[in-house]
T-cell receptor, first 107, second 117 residues
């Protein structure tokens, strides 16, 4: 089983839609979790940290469920500019990443 | 803040040559840097963890004699791909963790696209 698993998608949604991504991890010793955004042929950019108490930043909400070992990302009111690949990563020191979930927002 | 640079951004080389990639944290001290590799449409694969002043820790399956890592200062880590072959062609990305990062955030460099002919 891979250490971090994500549904690769693609998720094709219209502008304004709400979309949710989930990610599961197998290493219960992982302490830190993040969502990164990666555009085509670019490096990942940190989107937000993920906490058990939840973390909201504008239209983005991230949540960690330690008991079930999954991480979620909710994007509300999707914009065209949200089209990208979203990577979840977790670990103790180094971050291990899932394959990424591709989101395509269309007008 | 939290800017990480990589050099070169793109390199094309002949099979059998060695290629050196530099990763620098420009506005913070990075006690730990990480090297990843990403093949097209694949995940970021962790290659090694580089700690300033000590030997790198390599992930299973990554040859330490082929991928030489040096972390000489708190702002610079280098990855040398020795005797590169076409199968080494990939996108190599480093990341750096701030010394004072409370949540273990890592910031990525822009990546180096290596093509071995």
């Amino acid at each position: 089983r891979k250490e971090v698993e994500q549904d690769p998608g693609p998720f094709n949604v219209p502008e304004g839609a709400t979309v949710a991504f989930n990610c599961t991890y197998s290493n219960s010793a992982s302490q830190s979790f993040f969502w990164y955004r990666q555009d085509c042929r670019k490096e990942p950019k940190l989107l937000m940290s993920v906490y058990s108490s939840g973390n909201e930043d504008g239209r983005f909400t991230a949540q960690l469920n330690r008991a079930s070992q999954y991480i979620s990302l909710l994007i509300r009111d999707s914009k065209l500019s949200d089209s990208a690949t979203y990577l979840c990563g977790g670990g103790r020191t180094a971050l291990i990443f899932g394959k990424g979930t591709t989101l395509s927002v269309s007008s | 803040g939290a800017v990480v640079s990589q050099h070169p951004s793109r390199v094309i080389c002949k099979s059998g040559t060695s290629v050196k990639i530099e990763c620098r944290s420009l506005d913070f001290q990075a006690t730990t840097m990480f090297w990843y590799r990403q093949f097209p449409k694949q995940s970021l694969m962790l290659m090694a963890t580089s700690n300033e002043g000590s030997k790198a820790t390599y992930e299973q399956g990554v040859e330490k004699d082929k991928f030489l890592i040096n972390h000489a200062s708190l702002t610079l880590s280098t990855l040398t791909v020795t005797s590169a072959h076409p199968e080494d062609s990939s996108f190599y990305i480093c990341s750096a963790r701030m010394r004072s990062a409370p949540n273990n955030e890592q910031f990525f460099g822009p990546g180096t696209r290596l093509t071995v002919l």
